[in-house]
């Protein structure tokens, strides 16, 4: 069982708040966009957000995730990473997403969860060069991942088994892609879903 871990739980300070709730050309908020995207491939789906963020709780329980409130979520994304985890320890694998990256293609999740089924320790889609996300880890990797402390994300597992690291080439720009500022949401409008968070 490969499960997904969607990390929610930035603040958006750069963006000006709410980031994950603001809305792509489409319409669909880019929280809910990254969620269908990860939740696309995986058999369980877990989101860790901030306390008291209800509106983007609301919606990730419609997209089927469970969704955890993660009360160290100032720490940084290598705590969130290691909550999200704890809470499905059970999984034989987890691929990892952020949840400003809603321009990853549902196919390039599916295949970096082929490829963990199939027994690699880590997997990630590389474009032009560049790893992307979403990143895949091996259950035996566990216990690595439970010490992760801080805002590095899983640097150092990456790191310690770079040699190990499989990369998947990918024609998805949507892996290095993400939302931190207004602009990043260009040609897309950055309408907030205001009517979820009065």
């Known amino acids: 069982m490969i499960a997904g871990i969607l990390l929610a739980a930035g603040a958006g300070a750069r963006f000006g708040g709410r980031k994950l709730l603001a809305l792509l050309e489409d319409g669909t908020p880019v929280g809910v966009r990254s969620a269908r995207s990860l939740g696309s491939a995986v058999d369980r789906l877990l989101a860790v957000v901030r306390p008291g963020d209800l509106p983007l709780e609301a919606l990730l329980r419609a997209e089927g995730a469970e969704v955890l409130p993660f009360p160290g979520a100032s720490e940084g994304m290598g705590a969130s990473l290691a909550f999200g985890v704890s809470n499905a320890s059970t999984a034989d694998g987890w691929v990892v997403a952020l949840a400003d990256m809603p ?96």
Not at 133 to 139: D, E, K
């Open 103 to 198: 321009f990853v293609r549902p196919e390039t999740v599916g295949a970096v969860v082929r490829r963990l089924k199939e027994g690699a320790l880590l997997v990630a889609p590389s474009f032009g060069g560049r790893r992307g996300h979403p990143v895949g880890f091996a259950g035996v990797l566990l216990p690595e991942i439970l010490r992760l402390t801080g805002d590095a994300g899983a640097r150092s597992i990456l790191a310690r088994h770079a040699s190990e690291l499989v990369l998947l080439k990918s024609d998805d720009p949507g892996i290095v892609r993400d939302i931190d500022v207004r602009s990043d949401l260009e040609p897309a409008t950055s309408r907030m879903v205001n009517k979820l968070s009065d």
